[in-house]
Nanobody, 113 residues
């Protein structure tokens, strides 16, 4: 499975961004897709996941601010990020998990005034 992310960029604190992840290749009927992030000097951490059935799971630090969604027909997963904080600055990676993991190349999100 190939994953291509888009939508990152520079935004001021309190602003919003929407990330997209388009999947191609062999998509299994049962899977989990999600977003992870990695800030400089830190380990990669889970942000949010969504199953093929639409069940979502969030890290505590984004609950109420970020929303993950999917369009199965387009094989695309989205991450709507609102009320962004400087500590949200990181490279955001898309993940597809079925029988193994696939990762996108990452998209930079910078929150700064």
């Amino acid at each position: 499975v190939q994953l291509v992310e888009s939508g990152g960029g520079l935004v001021q604190p309190g602003g919003s961004l929407r990330l997209s992840c388009a999947a191609s290749g062999r998509i299994f009927s049962i899977y989990v897709m999600g977003w992870y992030r990695q800030a400089p000097g830190k380990e990669r951490e889970l942000v949010a996941t969504i199953t093929n059935g639409g069940s979502a799971n969030y890290a505590d630090f984004v609950k109420g601010r970020f929303t993950i969604s999917s369009d199965n027909a387009k094989k695309t997963v989205y991450l709507q990020m609102n009320s962004l904080k400087p500590e949200d600055t990181a490279v955001y990676y898309c993940n597809y998990r079925a029988f193994g993991d696939s990762w996108g190349q990452g998209t930079q999100v910078t929150v700064s005034s």
